[in-house]
């Protein structure tokens, strides 16, 4: 019985000191937080700003490539249909020519 009280009484004795390690490191971390100037915000650096607006050039200049590429395409597809619409429209009147012909006999 002794050795449960004396191992509790341990237990005790270790989880106080935990407690007090914690409770010791919040006062400290709060004592900082309260001591330390308010944070500004940091102002960006010129080479900072610089690298930005090259990325923001390079966005610019592949937005353009790829809006000149859809443009393209679509023109291209457009150029295409017209094809196949005046092949088509071709093809009946050539058949409807030549059945006529065939007919007037």
Known sequence: MFELIVGFAMIGWIVKGIVRIITEADIRKQQFRFNSPPQTAVAPSSSEIQQLRAEIVQLRETTTQH???????????????????????????????????????
């Open 67 to 105: 809006a000149m590429s859809l443009q393209h395409a679509v023109e291209r597809l457009d150029r295409r249909v017209e094809f196949l619409e005046r092949k088509s429209i071709d093809g009946v009147d050539t058949r409807h020519q030549s059945t006529q012909q065939v007919v007037g006999r």
